[in-house]
């Protein structure tokens, strides 16, 4: 959502949230969706992409979408998508930026030795964005999960003077 609509505001002529369930399904809150449809994002509802389409020289031209229904609730508790045979389509589109999820990449957690995670898998961090390891911070979604843009800004600016102290202390140390 954060994306979308900072791609809008960027001057994007267009912007659309590509989703495979229905509104109701949507892991957003009520007032996001609102906020954004508002600002101009256009909702693709039951649509899942499938592949993104280049040109020759590798750039995005289009995405190759099919249409869903819902089935049987998954584990989830929400309705499961199940594509619709015969229904594919394609979007002619520019750029494509994938915002599927907010858990750590696993590359990083488990070759940054030393760096404790919590219980769900995300870095581990003081109030000052401080991790385990010396002399490395860490905020927003790989820290609290999926969570806004405004509160990873905040634990910005809480690292950023936590990392301003911790450079002039190592100064005054040398």
Same mark, same amino acid.
């Given at each position: ?16 949230? %590509? ?10 809150? $009520? ?5 954004? #449809? ?11 992409? %499938? ?9 995005? $031209? ?47 957690? #488990? ?24 002399? %490395? ?11 806004? %843009? ?6 910005? $600016? ?9 450079? &002039?202390? #190592? #100064?005054? &140390?040398?």
């Amino acid at each position: 959502m954060d994306a979308a609509r900072s791609a809008l505001r960027m001057g994007a002529d267009e912007v659309h949230i %590509v989703y495979r369930r229905s509104e109701e399904e949507m892991p957003a809150r $009520k007032e996001e969706v609102e906020n954004a #449809k508002e600002e101009g994002i256009i909702f693709d509802f039951l649509t899942n992409p %499938v592949r993104i389409i280049g040109n020759e020289n590798g750039w995005v $031209k289009g995405i190759e979408c099919i249409r869903m229904e819902l089935g049987e609730p998954d584990a989830s508790g929400r309705r499961r998508p199940v594509p619709i045979m015969g229904s594919e389509f394609v979007m002619d589109i520019d750029t494509v930026v994938i915002a599927i999820g907010t858990g750590p990449n696993p590359l990083l957690t #488990k070759t940054t030795e030393g760096l404790e995670l919590t219980k769900h898998g995300y870095i581990a961090v003081d109030e000052e964005g401080r991790t385990s390891r010396e002399g %490395v911070w860490a905020g927003g979604d790989i820290v609290t999960g999926s969570a806004t %843009v405004i509160l990873a800004m905040g634990a910005g $600016k809480k690292a950023a003077r936590s990392i301003h102290e911790y450079l &002039q202390n #190592k #100064k005054w &140390q040398q």
